[in-house]
């Protein structure tokens, strides 16, 4: 507001808009990637060693030997 104000160029406003809009949104991602990185590599890693267990352990395919 302060540079609107003042009469400063409009592409200067403008410029100074989207580095304020980057910072917030860069922020916000950067909040969100622990979160995000867990839900797709941490379940996947559950899930795959849950599956290798279940291959592990199956005792039908031992007994029809």
Same mark, same amino acid.
């Given at each position: 507001?302060?540079? #609107?104000v003042?009469? &400063? !160029?409009?592409? *200067? #406003? !403008?410029? $100074?808009l $989207?580095e304020?809009?980057?910072? $917030? !949104?860069? %922020?916000k991602v950067d909040?969100?990637k622990?979160v995000?990185?867990?839900?797709?590599?941490?379940?996947? %890693? /559950?899930? %795959?060693?849950?599956? &290798? *267990?279940e #291959?592990?352990?199956?005792? &039908?395919t /031992?007994s &029809?030997?």
């Amino acid at each position: 507001m302060d540079m #609107i104000v003042t009469d &400063e !160029s409009p592409s *200067q #406003i !403008s410029d $100074k808009l $989207k580095e304020l809009l980057f910072t $917030k !949104s860069a %922020e916000k991602v950067d909040a969100f990637k622990p979160v995000v990185a867990s839900s797709l590599f941490g379940d996947s %890693e /559950e899930t %795959e060693l849950e599956d &290798e *267990q279940e #291959i592990e352990v199956d005792p &039908e395919t /031992e007994s &029809e030997d």
